[in-house]
């Protein structure tokens, strides 16, 4: 069975400050997919990643992946306060397929 | 602007009734997903259609649930017999072409 991990699921953040988010998998994939998801809306999608060292930027979030450890990183870089919003990364199987989601990381940030 | 459309955005029904949820894509595509959200919880899989054909789904999609697209271009999902737990946001999602799924706004259904 697939199974996806984050931590933390739940950072306080002050604003300016860097921060980093991890998403662990159980089993081999190369694409990773990172999602924002504001209180009472849909996901929107942030990052995909599709290769071993894949690394994508926009803005002040930066996400990478490490197929061989099974581990994405969601790199926060000065948090604002726009940034506040749960993160959840997901996996498939094979390309195409269902996604599972972690539980996803709530962020909230504070000046 | 969203990839899908879902209607309603919010139903309200009670226990025992059966309930329809729509997607409606914006364009044509061949991927396309259901997925629920239990109010503050993660994401989970429900079915996926491929070419007008189920092609996966999860064991939470038992004999409760069932995918129709009678028009050729609408997406239904259709509880049968609703339950308190049934009670969460429903997704629908088309496929992109990196594979990342596009969700559309949702559907929150209440069982009362």
């Known amino acids: 069975e697939l199974k996806v991990e984050q931590n933390p699921l739940f950072l306080s953040m002050q604003e300016g400050k860097n921060y980093t988010i991890y998403c662990n998998y159980s089993?081999?994939?190369?694409?990773l997919y990172w999602y924002r998801q504001d209180p009472g809306k849909s996901l929107e999608s942030l990052f995909v990643l599709l290769s071993n060292g894949a690394v994508k930027q926009e803005g002040r979030l930066m996400a990478s992946l490490d197929t061989k450890a099974r581990l994405s990183t969601l790199h926060i870089t000065a948090a604002v306060h726009d940034l506040s919003a749960t993160y959840f990364c997901?996996?498939?199987?094979?390309?195409?397929?269902?996604?599972?989601f972690g539980k996803g990381t709530t962020l909230s940030v504070s000046s | 602007e969203p990839e899908v459309t879902q209607t309603p955005s919010h139903q309200v029904t009670q226990m025992g009734q059966e309930v329809i949820l729509r997607c409606v894509p914006i364009s044509n595509h061949l991927y396309f997903y259901w997925y629920r959200q239990i109010l503050g919880q993660k994401v989970e899989f429900l079915v996926s259609f491929y070419n007008n054909e189920i092609s996966e789904k999860s064991e939470i999609f038992d004999d409760q649930f069932s995918v129709e697209r009678p028009d050729g271009s609408n997406f239904t999902l259709k509880i049968r017999s609703t339950k308190l737990e049934d009670s969460a946001m429903y997704f629908c999602?088309?496929?992109?072409?990196?594979?990342?799924?596009?969700f559309g706004p949702g559907t929150r259904l209440t069982v009362t």
């Open positions: 997901a996996v498939d199987k094979q390309a195409g397929t269902a996604l599972i």
């Open positions: 089993t081999t994939s190369d694409r």
């Open positions: 999602a088309r496929g992109g072409r990196s594979y990342e799924q596009y």
